[in-house]
């Protein structure tokens, strides 16, 4: 049986909560093997183009996680495109030198038989690098 669109509104919810939680595996396993994600280049932490789950945690997981405390990514919105699912929402979480930010981000979330095949962060780079300078 075919997913719907709202299954794949829920897939990538469930990636979300997921990684709030600290349950990467579970994120991990919610992606195609040959998952395509996307960071924007004009990010000196995460930019690049990664093409397995692993290249992800690798590259931006756990980057994330060690340069900032409380990271936190909140979805606020989840626009039901059918195989492509936008989120728009914040990041939010304390720098190491302890200055609070909030950064808005819209992903754009490929969804093929239940495996996330690509995923699309837009972000603001400007602010973005003065959230590790704070």
């Avoid at 936190?72 to 626009?79: A, D, G, K, S, Y």
């Amino acid at each position: 049986m075919a997913a719907t669109a709202t299954d794949n509104v829920e897939l990538v919810r469930g990636i979300y909560d997921a990684f709030n939680q600290g349950d990467l595996d579970t994120v991990l396993t919610g992606m195609a093997d040959d998952v395509i994600w996307v960071e924007p280049e004009g990010d000196p932490l995460f930019g690049g183009t990664y093409r397995t789950p692993d290249d992800v945690r690798t590259h931006v997981f756990l980057p994330a996680i060690e340069e900032y405390d409380d990271f936190t990514v909140t979805p606020e919105r989840f626009i039901d495109g059918g195989d492509t699912v936008v989120v728009e929402g914040m990041f939010t979480g304390t720098s190491k030198a302890g200055t609070p930010f909030k950064l808005p981000f819209a992903h754009v979330c490929d969804v093929q038989d239940g495996k996330l095949t690509r995923f699309t962060n837009y972000e603001d780079t400007a602010l973005s690098q003065q959230t590790r300078e704070a």
